[in-house]
C-alpha cells in the first residue's frame, strides 16, 4: 500500500450504479440522490478486512508515498508500467463521493 493507509477510496460495482440511475429516471420530481456511502473505510482497513476474510496470514506493508510515486512516474515515462498518471495521481488520495 501507498502511504500510511489512511487514504479512503469509495469503490462502487458498475450494476449497483447503473440500476441507481435507471430508477432515478422513473422519479417524476426533480431531486437529489445520494449514491454511495459516508462510512468509507480506509484503505488499511479495506485491505486488512480483505485478509481477514480469506483467512489469509498476510500482512499490509507501507511503502513511502513520495519514491512511491515518483517510481511510478518514471516506469510510465519510459513505457514499462501499465499504469498512468490517473494512477499515481490517486494512489494514496482519499476519493469519495
Known amino acids: 500500500m501507498v502511504g500510511d493507509g489512511s487514504s479512503r477510496y469509495q469503490f462502487i460495482y458498475a450494476q449497483d450504479l447503473a440500476t441507481a440511475c435507471l430508477l432515478c429516471l422513473k422519479y417524476e420530481e426533480s431531486n437529489l ?3 454511495g ?3 468509507v473505510p480506509t484503505m488499511r482497513g479495506m485491505y486488512e478486512s480483505v485478509i481477514r476474510a480469506a483467512g489469509s496470514g498476510s500482512r499490509v506493508a507501507s511503502l513511502p508515498r513520495r519514491t512511491t510515486v515518483a517510481l511510478m512516474q518514471l516506469a510510465h515515462r519510459l ?3 501499465p499504469l498512468g498518471p490517473y494512477h499515481y495521481r490517486m494512489i494514496a488520495e482519499s476519493f469519495v463521493v
Open 79 to 81: 513505457g514499462v508500467s
Open 37 to 39: 456511502s459516508q462510512d
Open 33 to 35: 440522490f445520494h449514491i
